[in-house]
């Protein structure tokens, strides 16, 4: 999330309380994760599921069963407390509703676009989709509400999971779980490098997928990366990050706690205060530096906070637009008096959390009910995050008449001819001479392509 020379320079007058340790945003790709899955990627597509296998061996130290039985994933609620049950439930079905209200507004339309000349759209979901569930020293529980259960919700016919291998149920319950609870036909203890080969090859007594989504460590970013074309993707996800606006009226101990909440994804995640005040800015810098000697996950937040940890103060609410919109963030939350003035005019952002009352947890654990799969990197500048219609093909048909001939056929013939492209042109000619040049199906043309039949 830093501000380079050149974006600042674009910027109305800001000062750093705070910068960043590291110069600029932490690296998406290391040399050394590149070369070692694409050697992984090569031996998949070769050895097929022995090398997958031996992968799983290798790296995860697993060597059962690979699918996870229906009967298992039924009863896999089983195995957790009741109230996280609860919770997941609670989230599965948030999800869900807000997923299916996307899919409600996204409608097939036909339009006349000239007389006897119709042009449609439909929407139709992808067939295949391969869903990555993380579940690593932080296993993400909700994952599958925003991956499997969204790409279902879109109409998907086939939606397969993979997730790492762990534990007497070959996976993690709670995970499993999710994936029960959000309609995966099939899943599989199979995690990294190669859960998304298998996947992608066609490995698991399964066609190859049309598509692949979820989450996943710096492995799992690269096979996504290098997959991409064969299949589609949702996004490439890096360091997750979060902002926050806020200003006087904002509780400078509330700020700092939803700072660490997602500064503890990991050492190299940003996390960034944008305010108008400058002593908001030092009390909440003040609060988390209090938080961090005795917050459990201190070893991961207090580096993310070190090294990409930032409070910018700005002149006005415009000044905090400014600088929100060249971050870019993942999440982005507004803890001010003037909440509204934000909504209407921040640009860039993967989802936004308006309020002091809204805080990004409330999304990551899927209780909002909105998606956390979301651009990083400053991508948010140009992408959103998933969502029903990322699984949606918005495909488009053309319907002509005859009569419609006159108000298609004369120009493409025209602009044919002045392209160069023959064969283009006399498609057109070939329905002008089935009508007739001279009959009286040419009246309604304009009188300047008329005039040149």
């Given at each position: 999330?830093?501000?380079?020379?050149?974006?600042?320079?674009?910027?109305?007058?800001?000062?750093?309380?705070?910068?960043?340790?590291?110069?600029?945003?932490?690296?998406?790709?290391?040399?050394?994760?590149?070369?070692?899955?694409?050697?992984?990627?090569?031996?998949?597509?070769?050895?097929?599921?022995?090398?997958?296998?031996?992968?799983?061996?290798?790296?995860?130290?697993?060597?059962?069963?690979?699918?996870?039985?229906?009967?298992?994933?039924?009863?896999?609620?089983?195995?957790?407390?009741?109230?996280?049950?609860?919770?997941?439930?609670?989230?599965?079905?948030?999800?869900?509703?807000?997923?299916?209200?996307?899919?409600?507004?996204?409608?097939?339309?036909?339009?006349e676009v000239a007389p006897g000349v119709v042009a449609g759209q439909r929407y139709?979901?992808?067939?295949?989709?391969g869903a990555y569930l993380p579940a690593g020293r932080f296993p993400l529980l909700?994952?599958?509400?925003?991956?499997?259960?969204?790409?279902?919700?879109?109409?998907?016919?086939?939606?397969?999971?993979?997730?790492?291998?762990?534990?007497?149920?070959?996976?993690?319950?709670?995970?499993?779980?999710?994936?029960?609870?959000?309609?995966?036909?099939?899943?599989?203890?199979?995690?990294?490098?190669?859960?998304?080969?298998?996947?992608?090859?066609?490995?698991?007594?399964?066609?190859?997928?049309?598509?692949?989504?979820?989450?996943?460590?710096?492995?799992?970013?690269?096979?996504?990366?290098?997959?991409?074309?064969?299949?589609?993707?949702?996004?490439?996800?890096?360091?997750?990050?979060?902002?926050?606006?806020?200003?006087?009226?904002?509780?400078?101990?509330?700020?700092?706690?939803?700072?660490?909440?997602?500064?503890?994804?990991?050492?190299?995640?940003?996390?960034?205060?944008?305010?108008?005040?400058?002593?908001?800015?030092?009390?909440?810098?003040?609060?988390?530096?209090?938080?961090?000697?005795?917050?459990?996950?201190?070893?991961?937040?207090?580096?993310?906070?070190?090294?990409?940890?930032?409070?910018?103060?700005?002149?006005?609410?415009?000044?905090?637009?400014?600088?929100?919109?060249?971050?870019?963030?993942?999440?982005?939350?507004?803890?001010?008096?003037?909440?509204?003035?934000?909504?209407?005019?921040?640009?860039?952002?993967?989802?936004?959390?308006?309020?002091?009352w809204s805080t990004v947890a409330y999304s990551d654990k899927g209780i909002a009910?909105?998606?956390?799969?979301?651009?990083?990197?400053?991508?948010?500048?140009?992408?959103?995050?998933?969502?029903?219609?990322?699984?949606?093909?918005?495909?488009?048909?053309?319907?002509?008449?005859?009569?419609?001939?006159?108000?298609?056929?004369?120009?493409?013939?025209?602009?044919?001819?002045?392209?160069?492209?023959?064969?283009?042109?006399?498609?057109?000619?070939?329905?002008?001479?089935?009508?007739?040049?001279?009959?009286?199906?040419?009246?309604?043309?304009?009188?300047?392509?008329?005039?040149?039949?």
């Open positions: 999330m830093q501000i380079t020379p050149v974006e600042a320079h674009a910027l109305p007058p800001f000062q750093w309380l705070k910068k960043p340790v590291v110069d600029g945003p932490p690296a998406q790709r290391d040399p050394a994760v590149v070369e070692r899955v694409s050697q992984m990627l090569r031996g998949i597509e070769r050895g097929g599921m022995d090398a997958v296998r031996a992968y799983a061996q290798e790296l995860d130290g697993w060597s059962g069963a690979l699918e996870i039985e229906a009967a298992e994933l039924k009863k896999s609620g089983d195995a957790l407390p009741p109230d996280v049950r609860t919770a997941l439930e609670m989230g599965y079905e948030r999800t869900h509703r807000f997923a299916a209200a996307q899919r409600e507004h996204l409608t097939d339309f036909e339009t139709v979901p992808v067939s295949r989709v909700a994952s599958a509400f925003m991956t499997v259960n969204v790409a279902k919700t879109a109409g998907v016919p086939t939606v397969l999971a993979c997730t790492p291998p762990s534990g007497e149920h070959g996976a993690h319950p709670a995970v499993l779980y999710g994936a029960h609870l959000s309609r995966a036909d099939r899943v599989f203890a199979l995690g990294g490098v190669q859960a998304l080969g298998a996947m992608a090859f066609g490995l698991l007594d399964e066609a190859p997928v049309d598509m692949l989504v979820g989450a996943g460590n710096a492995f799992v970013t690269e096979a996504k990366r290098q997959l991409f074309g064969r299949v589609g993707i949702d996004l490439l996800a890096g360091p997750s990050e979060v902002a926050v606006i806020a200003d006087d009226s904002a509780d400078p101990v509330w700020v700092a706690a939803d700072l660490l909440g997602q500064a503890e994804h990991g050492p190299n995640s940003p996390a960034a205060l944008i305010t108008t005040s400058e002593r908001q800015g030092r009390e909440v810098i003040a609060e988390i530096e209090r938080r961090l000697q005795s917050l459990a996950t201190r070893d991961i937040a207090g580096p993310a906070w070190r090294d990409f940890g930032s409070v910018v103060v700005v002149d006005d609410r415009a000044g905090a637009v400014a600088v929100a919109d060249v971050m870019a963030p993942e999440h982005l939350e507004i803890q001010t008096g003037d909440d509204d003035y934000y909504l209407e005019n921040l640009s860039n952002y993967g989802s936004l959390f308006i309020g002091s009910g909105t998606n956390h799969v979301l651009p990083t990197g400053k991508t948010a500048r140009y992408n959103a995050g998933l969502s029903v219609s990322r699984f949606l093909k918005p495909l488009t048909y053309q319907r002509a008449a005859k009569e419609g001939t006159a108000f298609l056929a004369p120009a493409v013939e025209r602009v044919s001819a002045f392209e160069g492209l023959a064969a283009h042109g006399v498609t057109a000619t070939l329905r002008i001479d089935r009508i007739g040049r001279t009959s009286g199906a040419f009246d309604d043309i304009p009188p300047a392509l008329r005039d040149r039949l």
